[in-house]
């Protein structure tokens, strides 16, 4: 039960501020579900991937959608997913390297580094001030470099991980496409459907799902973005943003000290 609970949180952080939520999802398919941290990934491709189509789906509804700066990602952050997936994960040992009597696996290794990037984001989100809504002028500014170079970094962050890099988006989207708070929202949870769907697609090819446990954790967190974007119509997210900035934070030191001394 604390799992779905925890599934329908990641949906809820995803409707409310088109990312940040999927973040956790690795932790949750781990330490709720019991999945080893490698095999999680694949599953939290579909998880946020589904999730995060479900959320984009309402913003286009609404016009919050920039198909030209979602195109702009894709390109590049599509196929560095793919390639990461199908050639560097398979031939990363089991075993990485021994220090002091000390081994690290692949799975230890994949757990710190996922608490890293949950504590580069965590920092994010919660030092992030207000951002001033452009003119409609300024929306036309396009960086498309700065855009083509995130989406190789949002690339290699989702097929290593398994996470959907909206705290590398949203970013870029505000400052380089100059877009408004609402649309930057709606472009990242689509750009984050088709990196995180791109990656699982790839991994149908040479890993099996447990479908019985995937299919009611997405289901769960689904639900999740459409109630997160009710709520985001009624308060403000930068508050929420956060506190949520400071649970990620937590969590991520956690992770550190349960894998590196308790584990």
Same mark, same amino acid.
């Given at each position: 039960?604390?799992?779905?609970?925890?599934?329908?949180?990641?949906?809820?952080?995803?409707?409310?501020?088109?990312?940040?939520?999927?973040?956790?999802?690795?932790?949750?398919?781990?330490?709720?579900?019991? !999945? %080893?941290?490698? =095999?999680?990934? +694949?599953?939290?491709?579909? $998880?946020?991937?589904?999730?995060?189509? /479900? &959320?984009?789906?309402?913003?286009?509804?609404?016009?919050?959608?920039?198909?030209?700066?979602?195109?702009?990602?894709?390109?590049?952050?599509?196929?560095?997913?793919?390639?990461?997936?199908?050639?560097?994960?398979?031939?990363?040992?089991?075993?990485?390297?021994?220090?002091?009597?000390?081994?690290?696996?692949?799975?230890?290794?994949?757990?710190?580094?996922?608490?890293?990037?949950?504590?580069?984001?965590?920092?994010?989100?919660?030092?992030?001030?207000?951002?001033?809504?452009?003119?409609?002028?300024?929306?036309?500014?396009?960086? !498309? %470099?700065?855009? =083509?170079?995130? +989406?190789?970094?949002?690339? $290699?962050?989702?097929?290593?991980?398994? /996470? &959907?890099?909206?705290?590398?988006?949203?970013?870029?989207?505000?400052?380089?496409?100059?877009?408004?708070?609402?649309?930057?929202?709606?472009?990242?949870?689509?750009?984050?459907?088709?990196?995180?769907?791109?990656?699982?697609?790839?991994?149908?090819?040479?890993?099996?799902?447990?479908?019985?446990?995937?299919?009611?954790?997405?289901?769960?967190?689904?639900?999740?973005?459409?109630?997160?974007?009710?709520?985001?119509?009624?308060?403000?997210?930068?508050?929420?943003?956060?506190?949520?900035?400071?649970?990620?934070?937590?969590?991520?030191?956690?992770?550190?000290?349960?894998?590196?001394?308790?584990?």
């Amino acid at each position: 039960m604390a799992g779905y609970l925890a599934a329908l949180l990641i949906g809820i952080f995803l409707g409310l501020i088109g990312g940040g939520g999927s973040i956790l999802t690795i932790p949750v398919l781990v330490y709720f579900f019991g !999945l %080893p941290p490698y =095999l999680a990934t +694949g599953y939290s491709l579909f $998880i946020v991937g589904c999730s995060s189509l /479900a &959320g984009a789906w309402k913003h286009y509804r609404f016009g919050n959608i920039h198909t030209r700066a979602a195109l702009s990602f894709g390109i590049t952050s599509i196929i560095t997913v793919v390639l990461v997936r199908k050639w560097l994960l398979p031939v990363i040992p089991e075993e990485l390297f021994c220090a002091g009597g000390f081994t690290v696996t692949k799975s230890l290794a994949t757990m710190v580094l996922f608490a890293m990037v949950m504590i580069v984001a965590s920092l994010q989100m919660i030092r992030k001030e207000t951002v001033p809504e452009p003119s409609a002028a300024a929306e036309q500014e396009i960086n !498309l %470099p700065a855009a =083509l170079l995130r +989406g190789v970094e949002v690339g $290699i962050l989702t097929g290593l991980l398994g /996470a &959907g890099g909206g705290f590398l988006i949203l970013p870029v989207l505000v400052f380089s496409f100059h877009l408004p708070m609402k649309k930057a929202i709606g472009t990242s949870l689509l750009i984050i459907a088709m990196n995180t769907l791109s990656g699982f697609i790839g991994d149908l090819f040479h890993q099996s799902f447990n479908w019985w446990l995937l299919l009611p954790v997405t289901a769960t967190a689904i639900a999740g973005t459409f109630l997160g974007r009710k709520m985001g119509e009624r308060i403000s997210g930068d508050q929420l943003k956060k506190g949520f900035g400071w649970f990620v934070l937590v969590t991520g030191i956690y992770i550190l000290i349960h894998e590196l001394f308790l584990a």
